[in-house]
Nanobody, 114 residues
Framework: QVQVVESGGGLVQAGGSLRLSCAASGNAFSISTMSWYRQGPGNQRELVAQITSGGRATYGDSVQGRFTISRDNSKNTVYLQMNTLKPEDTAVYYC????????WGQGTQVTVSS
């Protein structure tokens, strides 16, 4: 069993920045890909960014060039640095950790005001 806990959400003005963190604990020795997803009001959950255990990162088109994903394997933690935030980035952000199966966190709210 793996526990996944996100933190760092909040309210920010458009153009501002936030940094999300996601820590995995428990039986976390076999983690491969770590990912961030988001779900805005009335929208489906979408992939924001993901990073492999070797550090290869991929991004959704809407955040390319503004968001940066990184991870600290020694801490089983993944980060999402979000810059130049827009109101349309408002969503609940979820962390997903892949081992043999996928584990999800409870989500953290990000609200960007115009």
């Amino acid at each position: 069993q793996v526990q996944v806990v996100e933190s760092g959400g909040g309210l920010v003005q458009a153009g501002g920045s936030l940094r999300l963190s996601c820590a995995a604990s428990g039986n976390a020795f076999s983690i491969s890909t770590m990912s961030w997803y988001r779900q805005g009001p009335g929208n489906q959950r979408e992939l924001v960014a993901q990073i492999t255990s070797g550090g290869r990162a991929t991004y959704g088109d809407s955040v390319q060039g503004r968001f940066t994903i990184s991870r600290d394997n020694s801490k089983n933690t993944v980060y999402l640095q979000m810059n130049t935030l827009k109101p349309e980035d408002t969503a609940v952000y979820y962390c997903k950790v892949r081992t043999i199966i996928d584990y999800w966190g409870q989500g953290t709210q990000v609200t960007v005001s115009s």
